[in-house]
T-cell receptor, first 114, second 113 residues
Framework: GENVEQHPSTLSVQEGDSAVIKCTYSDSASNYFPWYKQELGKRPQLIIDIRSNVGEKKDQRIAVTLNKTAKHFSLHITETQPEDSAVYFCAASIIGRASDKVIFGPGTSLSVIP | SAVISQKPSRDICQRGTSLTIQCQVDSQVTMMFWYRQQPGQSLTLIATANQGSEATYESGFVIDKFPISRPNLTFSTLTVSNMSPEDSSIYLC??????????FGPGTRLTVT
């Protein structure tokens, strides 16, 4: 089955700096890669996703890149703000398969220091 | 995005008892899932709730411990049976939207004493 790894497990940056979180996946058939942000005590929220036919996607200060050959994908947050502090989860899925289940990475705890 | 509610939001239960968690969605969805999130951990998929048929369980989870019902396309229940302290966790239902985005319910925080 699919296995998703994520690094680093914790990340601390100064406000205004960039943060990068990297993930790898094992199933080459995976074609959908969402990222979730989970603030303390709250549910995971989808912040951006990318599909295998796209190499990069950007939404304001957040961007995601995908390297299908290497089975790597990354989240980039620029101009970080204290409200970006949260746990971020990457995930992988196969759209179109009967179950469509999403497998999550272990998470990265991001702290943005004012 | 779908609006998902869960009941109860939290509960404290005695060892050996069972708790049923309800998940209600404001629109019909094909895919519904149940996850467990232990403190400081990632989300672990328990099972896929199939409408009109038995749920599909992931490795390490069995129907006798986590029976699931899904009578229609907007509702599902997860029962945690014969609870032990190790079952203390947050249980979340989730649904997949028409463009494959996955949304989560607010979660049920379960403490077993």
């Amino acid at each position: 089955g699919e296995n998703v790894e994520q690094h680093p497990s914790t990340l601390s940056v100064q406000e205004g700096d960039s943060a990068v979180i990297k993930c790898t996946y094992s199933d080459s058939a995976s074609n959908y890669f969402p990222w979730y942000k989970q603030e303390l005590g709250k549910r995971p929220q989808l912040i951006i996703d990318i599909r295998s036919n796209v190499g990069e996607k950007k939404d304001q200060r957040i961007a995601v890149t995908l390297n299908k050959t290497a089975k790597h994908f990354s989240l980039h947050i620029t101009e970080t703000q204290p409200e970006d502090s949260a746990v971020y989860f990457c995930a992988a899925s196969i759209i179109g398969r009967a179950s469509d289940k999403v497998i999550f990475g272990p998470g990265t705890s991001l702290s943005v220091i004012p | 995005s779908a609006v998902i509610s869960q009941k109860p939001s939290r509960d404290i239960c005695q060892r050996g008892t069972s708790l049923t968690i309800q998940c209600q969605v404001d629109s019909q969805v094909t895919m519904m899932f149940w996850y467990r999130q232990q403190p400081g951990q990632s989300l672990t998929l328990i099972a896929t709730a199939n409408q009109g048929s038995e749920a599909t369980y992931e490795s390490g989870f069995v129907i006798d411990k986590f029976p699931i019902s899904r009578p229609n396309l907007t509702f599902s229940t997860l029962t945690v049976s014969n609870m032990s302290p190790e079952d203390s966790s947050i249980y979340l239902c989730s649904v997949v939207g028409q463009t494959y985005e996955q949304y989560f319910g607010p979660g049920t925080r379960l403490t077993v004493t």
